[in-house]
Antibody
């Protein structure tokens, strides 16, 4: 089964850009649709957006002006960028396989927004 | 956005007894092209990511014990654990995939009585 692993800074300053990667292993990345989902105590699970292996991205309008999801040209990982972060963006960020339901998840990475 | 509302927020069930979790969507999630309900259920244990249990409202993911079952249609759905085991203590979430943005319920915490 596919395995996913998030990576990136655990601390980001307010107004800066949060950048995370999701490495995919256990199969061909061309089989996957990567979604980014975050979890906070206050808002629970929030779908941020997704991208197909060929680069077609779909975003949650709540984030659309700030978010970019991409797949690298070598197709070994997916990326999430969220600009102009605030404390409200402090969350555990997950990448997950799937666009409808999510059948494999990374372990998640905690990102704190603080000066 | 489709709002998903779960009830109850928490429940305590004796080992071996039935646990029932409800999920209500703010609009129908029937996918007309195949007449299936676009609803998934997840289990999340502390410190772990959610784990897919059920999709299309009633299709069990491979490897999920058959004590977990999903039912319902249109806007009202149920996850049933027929005989609660100690390892089932977790928070359970429903999620609609009828449209984007995908949205989740707020979660139901299941504990042992």
């Amino acid at each position: 089964q596919v395995q996913l692993q998030e990576s990136g800074p655990g601390l980001v300053k307010p107004s800066e850009t949060l950048s995370l990667n999701c490495a995919v292993s256990g199969g061909s990345i061309s089989s996957y649709y990567c979604s980014w989902i975050r979890q906070t105590p206050g808002k629970g699970l929030e779908w941020i957006g997704d991208i197909s292996y060929n680069g077609y991205a779909n975003y949650n309008p709540s984030f659309k002006s700030r978010v970019t999801i991409s797949v690298d040209t070598s197709k070994t990982h997916f990326s999430l960028k969220l600009t102009s972060v605030t404390a409200a963006d402090t969350a555990v960020y997950y990448c997950a396989n799937g666009t409808r339901w999510f059948d494999s998840w990374g372990p998640g990475t905690l990102v704190s927004v603080s000066s | 956005d489709i709002v998903m509302t779960q009830s109850p927020d928490s429940l305590a069930v004796s080992l071996g007894e039935r646990a029932t979790i409800n999920c209500k969507s703010s609009q129908s999630v029937v996918y007309r092209s195949n007449n299936k309900n676009s609803l998934a259920w997840y289990q999340q244990k502390p410190g772990q990511p959610p784990k897919l249990l059920i999709y299309w409202a009633s299709t069990r993911e491979s490897g999920v014990p058959d004590r977990f079952s999903g039912s319902g249609s249109e806007t009202d759905f149920t996850l049933t654990i027929s005989s609660l085991q100690a390892e089932d203590v977790a928070v359970y979430y429903c999620q609609q995939f009828y449209t984007t943005p995908r949205t989740f319920g707020q979660g139901t915490k299941v504990e042992i009585k």
